[in-house]
Nanobody, 116 residues
Framework: QVQLVESGGGLVQPGGSLRLSCAAS????????MSWYRQAPGKERELVAT????????DYADSVKGRFTISRDNAKNTVYLQMNSLKPEDTAVYYCKAARGPRTYWGQGTQVTVSS
């Protein structure tokens, strides 16, 4: 069965860093584009970053450009989100998503809280 399991969230002070991971199973990971989304309380879910199935450079929301980096390891069926210079407004539940054409899979999310 398909699983996307996020990890690496937690509480961090402003200016700190976190690295999120999303481990995939149950589908051909290397055939799917991968994305990270986030949803803050009372707000809609928004796209943070996306990376094509073959890897390479990703695309980013303007709010995280220059601070976040998405990457993937197709040998490990895992996508990462390196988050640096974190701000309180980055506080949200972060989700990974796999997409190939009309087929999409979502993880259960991991909480990131940026606070002093």
């Amino acid at each position: 069965q398909v699983q996307l399991v996020e990890s690496g969230g937690g509480l961090v002070q402003p200016g700190g860093s976190l690295r999120l991971s999303c481990a995939a199973s149950g589908f051909t990971f290397s055939s799917y584009a991968m994305s990270w989304y986030r949803q803050a309380p009372g707000k809609e879910r928004e796209l943070v970053a996306t990376i094509p199935n073959v890897g390479g450079s990703g695309d980013y929301a303007d709010s995280v450009k220059g601070r976040f980096t998405i990457s993937r390891d197709n040998a490990k069926n895992t996508v990462y989100l390196q988050m640096n210079s974190l701000k309180p407004e980055d506080t949200a539940v972060y989700y990974c998503k796999a997409a190939r054409g009309p087929r999409t899979y979502w993880g259960q999310g991991t909480q990131v809280t940026v606070s002093s």
